[in-house]
């Protein structure tokens, strides 16, 4: 039998053998007691992104998501606020909306039909004593927080500072407009790999020249840390045109998150097989809609990008020590028509095509990292800043737990 005591001593000494610069030791990437403790230690304490608003649009709406095997419930209650709720049934657990999107008018459990309300007030349960207290027996609620049009839930009881994120991420988001745009299109991606290389390879571009030549034609590889200009005159002139539309573009960033809008390569307006827009609808109508991509990045899961026609989030989702769920999603402004100003297999193909080689990479990585000759390898300090600099997160995140939780 598991004796969380000795795992968390365990835990604590993965850490403390981790090297600076460096990937991480070995058991992190495969033990199941660091699969229990990110989803507990990393996961449950950070604030996450469900998706967008536009997700749920009328009274209703519900989003269920699985974190690990932590099942939690977004709604949109009868006022259009944006609630949050563990998926977990108060009679005996059971999931209470599978997982998805839907709509019901009321929440039933479907064991007993115990029925909730879009605010998670138990309505009615049958066969229950006349003194049972529906009152004491409404779902648990998640902390949630509607960011320009986007969705954030944390499971922890007290969240982690949100504001300056929120400040940033609406300054820098607004313009695209999420809440007045569609989810054009979705899709699950199962790779067998654990999440945290999913991530380190979802940070990082030095893969990206050979590993993802259709992406290469419109994403800055070469890029520099941060994404910032530097002394590139293209660039520079590109801040100084996002400067004279009012788009913020500089980098900025938290201890979790990272925001920036930056130039795509010469002659290309979005992130798509040849440069172009791939929606005629504009979701952010100016200059042509040549505004490079407006990158957010959240720790531990989320990347996403928005060019002026459309926007694309990538979200990992950890399943098990070596498997793990990515999830895309693509958004369009809410007028444009499927088949007048968008195409769905053209809007989708270079993530969808980039997922699949960034599968390829991460579960070939997964199966290396297994070897008796693995140890923990330096990082590029010029290519791969940002994957050491998720891993610093994941690593400073444990840390901290192991500190307020462990005596
Ligand atoms: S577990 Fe939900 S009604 Fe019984
Ligand atoms: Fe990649």
Request: aromatic share 12%; glycine share 8%; charged share 20%.
């Amino acid at each position: 039998m598991a004796d969380p005591k000795s795992d968390l001593t365990w835990i604590g000494a993965q850490f403390a053998a981790r090297l600076p610069r460096h990937t991480l030791p070995q058991g992190l990437y495969l033990d199941p007691r660091a699969f229990d403790f990110d989803i507990t230690a990393i996961f449950g304490q950070s604030w996450l992104m469900a998706g967008f608003e536009c997700e749920l649009p009328k009274p209703g709406s519900y989003l269920s998501i699985t974190v690990g095997k932590w099942p939690v419930l977004i709604t949109r209650n009868r006022d259009g606020e944006i609630k949050a709720f563990h998926n977990s049934c108060r009679h005996r657990g059971s999931i209470i909306c599978p997982s998805g999107h839907g709509t019901a008018a009321r929440l039933m459990c479907p064991y007993h039909r115990w029925t909730y309300d879009l605010d998670g007030g138990l309505l009615a349960a049958g066969r229950m004593p006349a003194d049972f207290s529906k009152a004491d027996h409404g779902l648990k609620p998640v902390a949630v927080e509607c960011i320009a049009g986007a969705v954030f839930f944390c499971f922890a009881e007290t969240p982690p500072p949100i504001a300056d994120f929120a400040a940033k991420f609406e300054k820098y988001a607004a313009p695209h407009d999420f809440r007045n745009a569609k989810l054009a299109a979705s899709a699950k991606l199962v790779e067998y790999a654990n999440w945290k290389l999913v991530m380190e390879n979802a940070r990082e571009c030095y893969h990206c020249a050979t590993g993802h030549p259709q992406l290469s034609k419109t994403f800055p590889v070469g890029m520099s840390k941060h994404f910032d200009a530097g002394e590139d005159g293209r660039l520079a002139a590109f801040a100084s045109r996002m400067d004279g539309l009012g788009l913020a573009h500089t980098p900025v960033e938290g201890h979790w998150w990272q925001i920036a809008r930056f130039a795509l390569n010469e002659g290309c307006v979005s992130i798509s097989p040849d440069g172009q827009h791939l929606s005629r609808k504009l979701m952010l109508d100016a200059d042509a809609g040549d505004l490079g991509s407006m990158r957010w990045a959240i720790d531990p899961h989320i990347f996403g990008h928005a060019a002026a026609d459309h926007a694309f989030m990538f979200s990992c989702m950890p399943v098990g020590p070596a498997e793990t769920h990515v999830y895309s999603k693509w958004l369009v402004h809410k007028d444009a028509v499927e088949g007048v100003d968008y195409h769905l297999d053209e809007l989708t193909r270079l993530w969808t095509d980039t997922n699949l080689q960034d599968k390829d990479l991460a579960e070939n990585n997964q199966a290396g990292v297994y070897s008796p000759g693995y140890t923990p390898g330096p990082y590029s300090q010029d290519a791969e800043m940002l994957a050491q600099r998720f891993t610093d997160f994941y690593c400073d995140k444990a840390r901290e737990y192991l500190a307020a939780y462990v005596d």
